[in-house]
Structure formats: C-alpha cells, structure tokens
Nanobody, 122 residues
Framework: QVQLVESEGGLVQPGGSLRLSCAAS????????MGWHRQAPGKERELVAT???????AYASSVKGRFTISRDNAKNTVYLQMNSMKPEDTAVYYC????????????????WGQGTLVTVSS
C-alpha cells in the first residue's frame, strides 16, 4: 500500500514563498497523476494543481503564475512551490496520487496525504 507523507506547512507572510513536498514512502505499483488539493476554513476542498507521470501540469486559475507543481519520479515525490502567497491561500493542503491498477480499461486507486496547514498572514 502506498503511503503519502507531506512536509510540514507553516506561517508565511503575504508575498512570501513556501515549498511543500509529498513523498510516497513505499510504492507497490505504478504512480500516475499526482496532485495537490486544499481546503480553506469554511470552504469545500478544491483542486490546486496536478502533474502527470510525464510531467504535464495543470493549475487552478487562482494559483496560475504563482504556484508550480513538480515531481521527482526517482524519489516518488511531488512538490508544490508557492510564491507571491496571499491570505486566501490559507488552507490545509493535501497531496494525492493515483496508483495504477489496470491500463485497459484504465483504473486506479487514489491515495491521500495526511494534510498540512499553511497560513498566510502578516
């Protein structure tokens, strides 16, 4: 079973930067798409960014130009570089991964990290 372990979040000033990481401690299968979600206080969980196994990325409009998702397949790790942070970025951030079960038809098991709190405040 794949286990995802996230790095610690923290307090960041508006305009500041923070880098999150999420590592699969052990993988028993191929990992396809990985991504980051977040849930702000009183709001629904939303998708932040995704990255496929070949490096194709996608971002929520609210973070485009500010956040960058990347991955190191050798380390089974996904990163989220957050720049020019805003108070509205305050949320619990969760990483996730799709563990491939079948290719035809395509099927996967979704695994989630434990979540880490990021607070943007002066």
């Amino acid at each position: 079973q794949v286990q995802l372990v996230e790095s610690e979040g923290g307090l960041v000033q508006p305009g500041g930067s923070l880098r999150l990481s999420c590592a699969a401690s052990r993988s028993f299968g191929s990992i396809d798409t990985m991504g980051w979600h977040r849930q702000a206080p009183g709001k629904e969980r939303e998708l932040v960014a995704t990255i496929t196994s070949d490096g194709t990325t996608a971002y929520a409009s609210s973070v485009k130009g500010r956040f960058t998702i990347s991955r190191d397949n050798a380390k089974n790790t996904v990163y989220l570089q957050m720049n020019s942070m805003k108070p509205e970025d305050t949320a619990v951030y969760y990483c996730n991964a799709h563990v491939v079960l079948h290719l035809v038809p395509y099927n996967y098991r979704e695994v989630w990290g434990q979540g880490t709190l990021v607070t943007v405040s002066s």
